[in-house]
């Protein structure tokens, strides 16, 4: 049996699910294949071969030429859109990876492609922060109605399954509270400041190594890790989340000499914390530097290391956490995510 996916998508993170694809082409069983039969992009010209597009044939033409439709192969057809795949395709899986824009609270084309797919009955795996994060009572909505699931797990924590383990291996516990540092590239720059660098100096140390965007904005004011925390809280909690925009951001330009210097001080660490916390009337949200005692599960973190600590009423207190959040990282958790829904694993 193999599973048919079609992948609106081809760029980092799209491209490592490819890779993905190469190393590991059964599920368990070899009659269990990950079958790639689409690819779509906005500027690269899409593919679509019912067969099966050969992965590694893929990335070597779209490697030479920027372009996955100047890959040959008989019989395949070219310059469909997403949405022409999606409605009109035969395939099994949506392995959603375009990118939405936070900035502007956009959560296209991501959204779309992810509501045609339900709307057909397909299942859906995505690693778009923004369209999880900005449009979740949505999708939730419609994966009911379809009564088809849809899997997140590439969107926050990607170095640890955070979200995976939460919401399967904690469904019977009440989740009261949750702290998480969840931007690789605030974790470096912070340790970078605790080592006397200057903001400018840590960033660009963090862009040469590949863990930061050329463009950092979204990391360093709070804006990525914002997102996150919504999807946590969209996922996890049972009360409605404030909408992105309603509860305090403040990023990691702020933080001075005073604070860094305290830091050394007493051992702590200073972190770009997300937190959720349990009131009278809901849940409030809030991101923003603190000062960790050296005891904080956090504070013993380093480097791009991200973590979570998830305040339960029958386990205590749950402390996960892995390296980094790159986009290898990122399309195995999307990997995963299909791996679990071609199996029947997921939880509705």
Excluded at 107 to 113: K, N, Y
Excluded at 229 to 235: E, F, G, N, P, R
Aim: proline letters at 5%; glycine letters at 10%; a neutral charge.
């Amino acid at each position: 049996m193999s599973v048919r996916v079609i992948l609106p998508g081809f760029g980092n993170v799209g491209r490592n699910f490819c890779r993905l694809l190469e190393k590991y082409d059964t599920l368990s069983d070899p009659n269990e294949r990950i079958l790639l039969v689409g690819v779509a992009t906005r500027g690269r010209g899409s593919i679509w071969q019912d067969e099966g597009i050969p992965v590694s044939g893929l990335l070597e033409t779209e490697k030479l030429t920027c372009r996955v439709d100047a890959l040959s192969l008989p019989g395949c057809k070219k310059g469909l859109s997403a949405m022409e795949m999606i409605r009109k395709g035969e395939f099994d899986i949506l392995a959603e990876c375009t990118s939405g824009n936070l900035k502007a609270m956009e959560s296209e084309p991501g959204f779309s492609h992810i509501r045609a797919a339900l709307e057909r009955k397909k299942p859906v795996a995505t690693t778009n922060k923004a369209v999880v994060a900005l449009r979740f009572e949505e999708i939730e909505t419609l994966s009911r109605q379809a009564n088809v699931p849809w899997q997140f797990d590439g969107t926050v924590v990607v170095g640890a399954p955070f979200l995976d383990y939460a919401r399967r291996s904690l469904v019977d516990a009440r989740i009261l509270g949750f702290e998480g540092t969840l931007s690789a590239t605030c974790n470096y720059v912070l340790d970078c400041l605790m080592e006397g660098a200057s903001l400018d100096q840590a960033l660009m140390d963090a862009q040469r190594s590949g863990m930061a965007e050329s463009d950092p904005t979204l990391d360093i004011d709070g804006w990525d890790t914002a997102s996150k925390l919504m999807i946590v809280a969209k996922a996890l909690m049972d009360q409605p989340c404030p909408e992105l925009g309603a509860f305090p951001v403040k990023g990691i330009r702020g933080v001075t000499r005073a604070m860094l210097s305290e830091a050394r001080r007493s051992g702590g660490k200073i972190r770009l914390l997300a937190r959720i916390t349990k009131t009278a009337s809901g849940i409030d949200l809030s991101v923003g530097p603190e000062l960790l005692p050296p005891s904080h599960p956090l504070s013993l973190l380093f480097g791009p290391t991200n973590g979570a600590v998830i305040l339960t009423d029958n386990l205590g207190e749950i402390c996960l956490s892995g390296t980094g959040s790159s986009p290898a990282q990122a399309a195995f958790a999307l990997w995963q995510d299909i791996r679990r829904i071609a199996r029947r694993e997921t939880r509705r």
